[in-house]
């Protein structure tokens, strides 16, 4: 068993949990988490004894986001534009990474899932989320796009028009919201959230394994064809995104000085 920072695994028969748990900071993905949790998904790839895995954050918050502190660094420590690139793709791995999993996937989502803290558990199969928990997408409102692959995704789960309101407007979704918009399957109580999605685990666990991986990956060949097509750059975008503004900052405070 390999021993990460911040991701523990406790497996239960045939039904895996996975927690990550940063100790703080909203709970939000530093560089750290994305590969430590990338890891065990491909870990999971050649896993016959294991037919379910949960995965949760903590009970303040499934995720806070991504690690702003860290990302404002990232031209300053990265490198090369070829190894900044590479550490912006990693979301985009880390999500694809479980979306492929042969095993039924549930997302336990607690408190807060904000930006990647979405982005996340729209690719595992099923979400349960609290009753007082929510949802926010903030990134059109900073000045860059939803990436790590989560836009098409989105869109298959909702619809244009409601995944152009999410992304755009920036409303905070709360539970009832988001169950009746089928971005989450199950409500749970708060406290209750991952005992729910332990049970729906189970129960997809108890059912013939190649059966069950079978129509998995069916389901998501006919569902998610065209996903990689439209969001093959959208790490790129963010980070000219985010170049772009601090050219603007740095532009703006020029003028201002002028």
């Not at 793709?89 to 979306?99: D, F, N, S």
């Not at 979704?173 to 971005?183: E, I, K, P, R, T």
């Not at 109580?189 to 108890?206: C, F, N, S, T, W």
């Amino acid at each position: 068993m390999v021993d990460y920072k911040n991701v523990t695994i406790e497996k239960t028969g045939a039904v895996a949990l996975v927690r990550f748990d940063r100790k703080g900071a909203r709970n939000a993905f530093n560089q750290e988490t994305i590969l430590e949790l990338t890891d065990v998904a491909r870990r999971f790839q050649d896993d016959l004894t294991v037919q379910a895995v949960v995965l949760t954050g903590t009970r303040e918050a499934f995720s806070g986001g991504i690690d702003l502190k860290e990302r404002a660094s990232r031209a300053v420590t990265a490198g090369s534009d070829l190894e900044l690139r590479q550490t912006y793709y990693r979301g985009v791995k880390l999500c694809q990474a479980w979306e492929d999993m042969p095993q039924i996937t549930v997302a336990a989502i607690e408190g807060m899932a904000v930006g990647a803290g979405v982005a996340l558990p729209l690719a595992l199969d099923w979400r349960v989320m609290g009753r007082d928990a929510f949802l926010y997408v903030p990134e059109v409102k900073i000045g860059i796009n939803l990436q790590w692959g989560a836009l098409p995704r989105l869109v298959t789960l909702v619809g244009p028009a409601r995944a152009k309101r999410i992304c755009i407007l920036c409303e905070r979704m709360g539970s009832a919201h988001a169950l009746d918009w089928g971005l989450v399957d199950e409500l749970a109580e708060d406290g209750k959230v991952v005992e729910a999605a332990m049970a729906l685990a189970g129960k997809a666990a108890a059912m013939p394994a190649p059966a069950v991986r079978m129509v998995k990956e069916a389901v998501n060949a006919t569902a998610f064809a065209l996903h990689k097509v439209s969001a093959y750059a959208d790490a790129d975008q963010s980070q000219l995104s985010t170049n772009f503004r601090s050219a603007q900052a740095e532009s703006d405070k020029f003028v201002n000085k002028g």
